[in-house]
């Protein structure tokens, strides 16, 4: 199921135990620095320092994004995509508003 977050398309797939949010991201490992970039097309692209080397780009990319979007490490896992660019992630506690509101609260920090 899809529906529209913020002017673009986002993956969210409702689970049958918990209802939990998923949308899909776009990660560039060996960035100059950690940011949420924004929406391209219907990904979230996340640059993060970490080389994808031994999962290291995928760890950085958990442990920014939860401090990005003031949520605990454990609310956020990778659904699909562990060893690509392309990956689905789960956020265990989130509504689609509170994840919208938080993603563009993060992009303005940045900016």
Do not use: Y
């Amino acid at each position: 199921m899809a529906r529209q977050l913020s002017g673009h398309q986002c993956l969210i797939q409702r689970v049958a135990t918990g209802e939990k949010l998923k949308i899909t991201v776009r990660v560039v490992p060996n960035a100059s620095r950690n940011e949420i970039v924004g929406w391209v097309g219907d990904e979230l692209k996340i640059k993060v320092q970490a080389p994808a080397e031994g999962g290291r780009a995928n760890k950085a990319l958990l442990e920014f994004l939860a401090k990005a979007l003031k949520l605990s490490r454990r609310e956020i896992t990778i659904a699909t995509g562990e060893k690509s660019r392309h990956k689905v992630l789960q956020f265990a506690s989130l509504t689609l508003n509170e994840l919208k509101n938080r993603i563009a609260v993060s992009i303005s920090d940045n900016k």
